[in-house]
């Protein structure tokens, strides 16, 4: 699921009465690969925009310099109205406009009846799984007034051109709230409550502020913020950059974008560590990365305590990494145009839960057929080993690969009967909150019969259960080997000695459980045989 996060970047600078200045002179080309992307991050194909003076109305996309101002960056701006009017002092309301609004942005955001829309669209193919955009919004609105009504917009309307999921990922932070005047603003008293006011930076007019010193023409703006969002890496994006005037064409706003601020970064996710609560078991193969690129090329490093540097991971030159072992790792991604980017990321694998080992169980009955009920249960506080067992599940089975597989788990281990002598149980201990599980052993035996287990070395028969015929198949073949089917009191019901893998008919036994015993001169095995 995509996720959505939004950062205040709060810049301290020294007081300064200079002004920003502007540029109209630029192709949308020019803005977005020149300043907006610094040409360095990634290519862009399919550029659009739109500007007021598509219109033959005014220049409402261009260049910005902050000039030594208080206002914290430089870059593109889009305006509703004329871009020579954005720099300050504010001493006069902005009310240009008359071109036509955008219906994206009005389907993306809680505008209706949008006005003289501007944006800048283009393609992109990210190689990396992160996107970061900062920004400004700057409005007339914000004159203690407007701001309670007037919802005067913008979004970036991200696109999956692979998916055809669109969303607009300027989104007010831990809400699906579109960023507006109306939704970042202070109280307005007698007019309406502060709305999101931690975004709102300052109003450019008195008695708030000088607006004899101020930036920008605009009567206030938020914060710079940042927006970061996952993407796919290898999917065809289309990203859309538009502000636009709500229900008239007066009172201008602006979105001021930073430059380079289209900025790739690599997310390798959050630690995996037991204090934020996602720390890998200690026995599990935890995978690190993002999906690959096939333009960029990869490389692993792992943090060396000793010396304090990240060494190479010999061989690792993929996308992804499986790790074992608790430590600190690197991945740096190279993009085709040689741009590098890496993230870190910390994994500690949460170790043994202090499991104590159980002990075997023997079962002298004295009747010499092999067989008895055992409770298993009653080591589960030598499994234990003092931890609570609230804490925990514990479930028994008769193979490893059941218990690893949570598998054909034994229904009663409280009254279980073997069906091997001595035969293995395999246990399976798992932490209810962390579901970091762990799996241990021992052994079940009883009085004089033996009763290997399938895999025994002398034979091994199919299907079992059975209807009625039975193959048995000799490890050895050629040599002299008897075999008897014997009930569970211990009585042989057949016996006939074989040289050769065979089929035996087994019609005339009821349905229950057998056993079927193979004897050489040196070696007997015994396994149980099921009659369906």
């Known amino acids: 699921m995509k996720k959505l996060l939004l950062f205040i970047l709060i810049c301290t600078t020294a007081t300064s009465f200079s002004q920003i200045t502007v540029d109209d002179s630029m192709t949308p080309q020019q803005l977005i690969e020149a300043i907006f992307l610094d040409g360095s991050v990634v290519e862009v194909t399919n550029i659009q925009s739109q500007s007021g003076s598509d219109f033959g109305n005014t220049t409402s996309i261009g260049s910005f310099s902050n000039a030594n101002s208080d206002f914290p960056f430089s870059g593109v701006v889009l305006t509703t109205g004329n871009i020579n009017q954005a720099p300050g002092p504010n001493l006069n309301i902005q009310s240009n406009g008359g071109w036509s609004g955008d219906i994206d942005l009005e389907i993306f955001t809680d505008t209706s009846n949008s006005n003289d829309a501007s944006f800048l669209q283009f393609d992109f193919t990210p190689y990396v799984n992160q996107l970061n955009l900062n920004f400004v919004l700057a409005s007339e609105e914000y004159d203690q007034n407007f701001e309670c009504t007037f919802a005067d917009s913008f979004a970036f309307i991200l696109t999956d051109l692979n998916t055809g999921i669109a969303e607009n990922i300027a989104l007010i932070p831990g809400t699906e709230t579109p960023i507006s005047v109306i939704n970042i603003h202070p109280e307005v008293p007698g007019l309406c409550p502060a709305v999101n006011e931690t975004f709102f930076d300052r109003y450019n007019f008195s008695p708030f502020n000088d607006q004899n010193t101020a930036a920008t023409n605009f009567n206030g703006q938020t914060v710079e913020i940042m927006v970061a969002t996952e993407l796919i890496v290898g999917h065809e994006y289309t990203i859309k950059l538009v502000i636009a005037d709500n229900a008239d064409t007066i009172f201008d706003s602006a979105i001021f974008l930073a430059s380079e601020s289209f900025g790739f970064q690599l997310d390798l996710g959050m630690d995996r560590m037991v204090s934020n609560g996602n720390a890998p078991c200690g026995n599990s193969i935890e995978t690190l990365g993002i999906p690959e690129d096939d333009t ?18 010999s061989g690792e030159t993929n996308s992804l990494l499986d790790v074992t072992t608790s430590g600190d790792y690197r991945l740096e991604v190279t993009a ?30 004295g009747d010499q057929d092999g067989l008895a009920i055992f409770d298993l249960t009653v080591n589960i506080p030598m499994i234990l080993n003092g931890e609570d067992p609230t804490d925990f599940t514990i479930s028994y089975y008769e193979t490893q690969q059941d218990a690893e597989a949570q598998v054909n788990a034994i229904a009663m281990p409280n009254a279980y009967q073997n069906i091997a002598n001595p035969q293995t149980i395999y246990v399976r201990t798992m932490n209810s909150t962390t579901g970091c599980r762990a799996i241990s052993n021992f052994i079940i035996e009883t009085d004089a019969l033996s009763l290997d287990s399938p895999d025994s070395s002398l034979f091994s028969i199919y299907p079992n259960p059975t209807s009625d015929i039975v193959t048995i198949n000799l490890r050895y073949p050629n040599e002299l080997v008897t075999i008897a089917i014997i009930d569970i009191q211990g009585k042989i019901l057949r016996e006939e000695t074989i040289q050769a893998s065979q089929n035996i008919n087994l019609q005339e036994l009821s349905k229950g459980v057998y056993f079927m015993q193979a004897r050489t001169s040196t070696s007997i095995t015994t396994v149980r045989l099921i009659k369906k």
């Open 336 to 365: 085709a145009n040689n741009n590098v980017l890496m993230d870190e990321v910390t994994v500690e694998f949460e170790g043994d839960f202090g499991l104590g080992t159980p002990e075997d169980l023997f079962i002298d009955e």
């Open 296 to 313: 960029a090329s990869y490389q692993w490093f792992e943090f060396n305590t000793t010396t304090s540097t990240y060494d190479p991971i």
